[in-house]
């Protein structure tokens, strides 16, 4: 499957306007009685979408708005109150300054809570949570790392072969921190619209194996995102 790519060159603030436009056009072709469920990374490339979204949100209908369920992509196993939290960063840049406008309530979020506790330090519960309200992304947020890594999954990583629409632990990220958590690939590839960045120039080896059709899944795991209904990636690279 292919994917639709807008080109940031020169003026990445307004592509990723055109992304949040379409991200929200999305929610809007759902009906109230289907869940709206947003699936959101951390990393620096999201940085500047979440500006977008928190910009476009102010045109955006409040009944609409206020649908929307927020859960993450990936997170570190730390406590939510860490500076290597993903949800601190998005909470920061996103959502508190959509509580703050009164577009969206505390309920509308979904941090995944760290339990060392739990064998799976909570990714069933988390998983459950998924599914009482729909149980997919109805849009998931990626962010490409440089050796093509999406959310927690890397090239190679036994977190691959997962199956099952659910969140997934493990110990041993090639990048660090170790201990993470993320999306399955089927969580991933179920979204009705998967939105790839593709950002700077240490993204260039990734972006390349992203669009060569000899590279497989397992060596640049961004391609998952090809197998959503839909994929729309923004990148600056050529």
């Known amino acids: 499957m292919s994917a639709t790519v807008i080109r940031a060159q020169g003026n990445l603030e307004g592509a990723l306007r055109q992304v949040a436009q379409k991200i929200f056009a999305v929610c809007k072709s759902k009906s109230r009685e289907e869940p709206l469920v947003v699936g959101l990374c951390g990393g620096r490339s999201v940085v500047g979408l979440l500006g977008a979204l928190q910009a476009e949100s102010v045109d955006q209908p409040r009944d609409l708005l206020g649908r929307i369920q927020f859960f993450m992509v990936d997170e570190r196993l730390v406590p939510l109150t860490d500076e290597q939290s993903n949800y601190g960063g998005l909470k920061r840049l996103l959502f508190d300054k959509l509580v703050e406008q009164g577009a969206i ?12 506790a739990q064998s799976d330090f909570g990714c069933s519960g988390y998983s459950d949570e998924l599914r009482s309200l729909g149980g997919t992304f109805t849009v998931v947020v990626l ?46 590839t179920g979204a009705e619209l998967s939105v790839i960045l593709a950002l700077g120039e240490g993204k260039r080896a990734a972006w390349a194996a992203f669009n060569d059709d000899s590279v497989a899944v397992e060596a640049c795991p961004s391609k998952l995102a090809l197998k959503a209904g839909a994929c729309l990636v923004v990148t600056d690279l050529e």
Not at 105 to 116: I, R
Not at 155 to 166: D, F, I, K, Y
């Open 105 to 116: 309530s505390e309920s509308q979020l979904h941090p995944f809570v760290t339990d060392p």
């Open 143 to 188: 962010g490409v790392g440089e050796d093509g890594h999406i959310a927690g999954l890397f090239p190679h990583h036994p977190a691959l072969a997962q199956s099952g629409e659910t969140f997934v632990h493990f110990h041993d990220s090639p990048k660090a921190p170790a201990d993470r958590m993320s999306a399955s690939p089927a969580l991933i």
